[in-house]
């Protein structure tokens, strides 16, 4: 199979190497990419926004599959026109993925399906949302209802606070147009877990969960960051929390967009918390999770592009799909400034070191430097790899995958120390 990967991050350099693995794989590119897929694959110099220029690669390679990454292509409509022209896309139409790129539809849609969610009230004035303020009391959260690339979420203590987020989103437009709606949610607290479905419209594979660090510093203190670490699997994962999750809130939201005539297709990312009274979805994201990705794809046992295919073409039924019982630690590296402003351009010196057994370093914002592919690649981004080490406990995952990031070294690098450490398995999420 000849294969398309689209977007640039940590998440795409661990498609393009699990899927580097299929003995089904005859050629690959990834349309953006960075110095890690340089190795792997031949990276196209196209961003993930270009549809029109991701539909024309497409063509251009006679891709067999089309792997789409973020969501910013499939919610303007990429997977609706590789269709149309009869090519196999892993990701979802531009109808199924106002899971993520509406929240109000998120909502509604779990609200008709039964699935548990925080209650929440969706409001396109400003005077209504803070006129309910008004009457509400205790912690809130605020969401602005389209994409905001992760940022469009506040949590606020009290409707002080609220009515503040509510103009932050609606008259400053802090979050441009994804904020002229907002949600206001209920606040919710307990551990958090990324939940993913491999999904063909109808069917779902088993489930396989990580979690992820947001913010920036040690004790999940300091802001909010596309991502800081991962591990999977959280030590609270279970067959029967598995088989919960599946029962109250896969399957429903796959019958409820089937019945809706826009089955769901590609990956299916539920943010879940666990509260006392059980999950609840605090956002679906109709892609795979980054840093998550680094630590599930080593997890896959069966092969990859059959898995994709058979979800782009409706046969789920026809593959099985295994996850290995092991554990990964992922643990991201980011250039000093992150999520502020930072410099970028300094060599990344032990990449070509041998580091433990079972890791891997997986490439976010890096480029290649002078000599090409045979120079020391170079910082490009805020987020710069994510480091992983995999082991048959938690604890000697996060030992390899620390030990292979101290051979790593460039100017500014900044990292936290307390990925998937005891203290903090179950409570990856807590808020500082
Ligand atoms: P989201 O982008 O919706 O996942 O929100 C980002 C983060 O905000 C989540 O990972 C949670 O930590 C937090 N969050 C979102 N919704 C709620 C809620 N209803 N109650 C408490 N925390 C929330
Ligand atoms: N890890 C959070 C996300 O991918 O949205």
């Not at 029109?52 to 969501?71: M, N, S």
């Not at 992150?338 to 032990?350: H, L, M, S, V």
Request: hydrophobic share 40%.
């Amino acid at each position: 199979m000849k294969v398309l990967i689209v977007g640039s991050g940590g998440r795409e350099h661990a498609l393009a190497w699990r899927i580097k693995q299929s003995p089904n794989l005859t050629r690959l590119w990834v349309a953006g990419g960075n110095a890690g897929t340089a190795e792997l694959a031949e990276n196209l110099d196209i961003p993930s926004s270009d549809v029109d220029g991701l539909v024309a690669a497409a063509r251009e390679t006679a891709a067999d599959l089309v792997i789409v990454g973020p969501e910013v292509p499939l919610a303007l409509g990429l997977a609706d026109r590789l269709t149309e022209l009869g090519i196999p896309v892993f990701g979802p139409s531009q109808a199924a993925a106002q899971i993520e790129a509406s929240k109000g539809f998120a909502l509604e849609l779990m609200r008709e399906a039964g699935v548990p969610c925080p209650e929440f009230h969706i409001f396109t004035d400003q005077s209504s949302a803070l006129d309910y303020l008004k009457s509400h009391h205790g912690p809130v959260v605020v969401k602005a209802n389209g994409l905001a690339a992760g940022k469009g979420v506040l949590l606020c203590q009290d409707s002080k606070q609220g009515a503040a987020a509510v103009k932050e989103c609606m008259s400053d437009r802090a979050f441009g147009e994804a904020g002229d709606t907002v949600v206001l949610e209920e606040f919710l607290s307990g551990p958090e877990v990324s939940v993913f479905a491999f999904c063909d419209g109808e069917r779902l594979s088993p489930l396989v969960a990580a979690c992820d660090y947001k913010r920036l510093e040690d004790g999940n203190r300091g802001p909010n960051t596309g991502g800081m670490g991962s591990f999977a699997q959280p030590d609270f994962w279970s067959d029967e929390l598995a088989a919960e999750i599946e029962q109250r809130i896969m399957r429903p939201v796959l019958r409820a967009m089937a019945e809706r005539g826009s089955p769901y297709k590609g990956v299916l990312y539920a943010g879940l918390m666990l509260t006392g009274a059980g999950p609840k979805v605090l956002e679906f994201n109709c892609r795979l999770g980054d840093p998550e990705t680094q630590v599930v794809m080593p997890l896959l046992a069966s092969d990859p592009l059959e898995l994709m295919l058979a979800c782009a073409q409706g046969t789920l039924d026809e593959v099985s799909v295994r996850w290995e019982s092991k554990n990964y630690v992922g643990i991201v590296m980011v250039s000093g400034g992150y999520p502020g402003k930072y410099e970028t351009g300094f060599e990344i010196a032990g990449l070509d070191e041998e580091g433990p057994d079972d890791t891997m370093v997986f490439h976010a914002g890096t480029a290649l430097g002078a000599g090409g592919q045979s120079g020391v690649p170079l910082t490009a981004g805020g987020r710069v790899l994510t480091v992983v080490g995999g082991g048959d406990t938690l604890e000697i995952a996060r030992e390899r995958a620390y030990s292979r990031l101290e051979q790593i070294t460039f100017i500014g690098a900044r990292w936290r120390r307390d990925i998937s450490s005891a203290a903090n398995q179950t409570a990856a999420q807590a808020t500082g």
